[in-house]
Structure formats: C-alpha cells, structure tokens
C-alpha cells in the first residue's frame, strides 16, 4: 500500500508556518527521513515536491533535519535526534521560504 509520509512524521499545524512535520515517533540523529525533492527544470522552481518536501518548514537559527543531495534526488536527514511530537525543520534556499 502506498504511503504518502514516512511511517515516524505525520502533518499538523505548525507555529513556524501553515502546516508543519512532526516526529510522529522519536527521530534518532543521522537518519534519513526520506525523499523530499526530485531536480526536473521542467517544473517550478526546477524540482518537484515529493509529500514529504511540501510541508517541512524552513528554520534559519536551529534546524534539526538538513537537506541531502545525491544526484537529482533530495533527502531530509536528521541532525539531531528529533521527539516524538517536535517540529521537523531545515534551513533551505531551493526556493524562497516566505
């Protein structure tokens, strides 16, 4: 069966912005929560937003999960561990965050 996000976040209201991903179950540091972008210039802003890469919000001073890049794929990786509950964010300039 497909499945939009991760089985450990899950979306909600976020007080950064809109909605927001959360640690639906605790995040350890260095795991890779998944695919958030494909690179495709066919598409706005040159990528395409997977679930995943359309709700994480954009955290300038003390972000907990980074973007990875490996060839045309993005990723978002912890970088701290992360609680179940916690906001998921990363500092980003794919695109303007506003």
Do not use: W
């Amino acid at each position: 069966m497909y499945k939009p996000l991760p089985y450990n976040v899950t979306i909600k209201q976020s007080g950064i912005h809109g909605l927001g991903l959360f640690a639906s179950h605790d995040i350890s540091k260095d795991l890779i929560i998944g695919l958030t972008h494909i690179r495709d210039e066919r598409f706005e802003d040159e990528y395409i937003r997977t679930p995943l890469g359309g709700f994480f919000n954009h955290e300038p001073n003390s972000p907990n999960c980074k973007i990875f890049t490996s060839g045309n794929f993005l990723y978002l990786v912890a970088i701290k561990n992360i609680s179940m509950g916690e906001e998921l964010t990363a500092k980003y300039t794919l695109y303007d965050p506003c």
